[in-house]
C-alpha cells in the first residue's frame, strides 16, 4: 500500500518568491493535514482539508494557504517568502477525525 | 505557549537499557495522546496512542503510561536497541479535533 506522497522533496526558493508543495494521501484517506517543522518552533498544524473543505486552520499568516481537490490530493502555497519560512513541511493523511495520522516524509524548503 | 511539555530534550541509553520519556499536559479536553518516532529524512510514524481511560498500553517494547490526575504520560522502551535512535514527540488531540499538539522532541540515543 502506497504511503503519503510529498513533492518535490527539496526547494531552494528566493525571499519574496511564492511556493506550491503537493501532498498525495493514502488512498482511501479523506483528511489532509499540514505540518511545518523547524528546529526552534517545531512541529506545528497548518490546517487541515477534509473534503475538500478546510475544516481547522492553525495559527499562521494568511500568505499561508492550501486546497484538496476532489482525489483528496492536497496543495499548499506560500506567498511571498520569508528567511524564517524555512522549514520542513509534512503532510498527514487519515481516514477522517479520530483517526491516526500517517506523514509523508516532507518537502524541505529553504528560503535565500 | 507550549501545550505539550516534553523531556528530557535528549537522553542517551545503553543497548538493552529502558529508555523514558516523559511529556505533561494542561489541556483537560485531550482525549488522544500518541507517540512518534521520526528517523533524519523521514516524517514521523505512530508508534503507540492512548486514551486517558487506560493507564498502561503496550505494544512489544513499547509501553505508555498514563496519569491522568497528574496530567502526564509517558513513553518507556525496554531492551533498547541501537536501530532505537531517533527523535521521539509526544503529541496530544482534543475531543472533536483533528489537529495535533506536539511536544518538542527527545533524541534518544542508543549505545552499544
Known amino acids: 500500500k502506497a504511503g503519503v506522497t510529498q513533492t518535490p522533496r527539496y526547494l531552494i526558493k528566493t525571499r519574496g518568491q511564492q511556493v506550491t508543495l503537493s501532498c498525495s494521501p493514502i488512498?482511501?484517506?479523506?483528511?489532509v493535514s499540514w505540518y511545518q517543522q523547524t528546529p526552534g518552533q517545531g512541529l506545528q498544524f497548518l490546517f487541515e482539508?477534509?473534503?475538500?473543505?478546510?475544516?481547522n486552520k492553525g495559527n499562521f499568516p494568511g500568505r499561508f494557504s492550501g486546497r484538496q481537490f476532489s482525489n483528496s490530493r492536497s496543495e499548499m502555497n506560500v506567498s511571498t517568502l520569508e528567511l524564517g519560512d524555512s522549514a520542513l513541511y509534512l503532510c498527514a493523511s487519515s481516514r477522517g477525525q479520530g483517526d491516526g495520522y500517517t506523514f509523508g516524509s516532507g518537502t524541505r524548503l529553504t528560503v535565500v | 505557549q507550549q501545550q505539550v511539555k516534553q523531556s528530557p530534550q535528549s537522553l542517551i541509553v545503553q543497548k538493552g537499557g529502558i529508555s523514558i520519556i516523559n511529556c505533561a499536559y494542561e489541556?483537560?479536553?485531550?482525549?488522544?495522546f500518541p507517540w512518534y518516532q521520526q528517523f533524519p529524512g523521514k516524517g514521523p510514524a505512530l508508534l503507540i496512542a492512548?486514551?486517558?481511560?487506560?493507564s498502561e498500553k503496550k505494544e512489544g517494547r513499547f509501553t505508555i503510561s498514563f496519569n491522568k490526575s497528574a496530567k502526564q504520560f509517558s513513553l518507556h522502551i525496554m531492551d533498547s536497541q541501537p536501530g532505537d535512535s531517533a527523535t521521539y514527540f509526544c503529541a496530544a488531540r482534543g475531543a472533536g479535533a483533528n489537529n495535533l499538539f506536539f511536544g518538542t522532541g527527545t533524541r534518544l540515543t542508543v549505545i552499544p
Open positions: 492512548i486514551r486517558p481511560d487506560v
Open positions: 489541556n483537560t479536553a485531550f482525549d488522544y
Open positions: 488512498s482511501g484517506h479523506r483528511s
Open positions: 482539508y477534509f473534503s475538500e473543505t478546510q475544516r
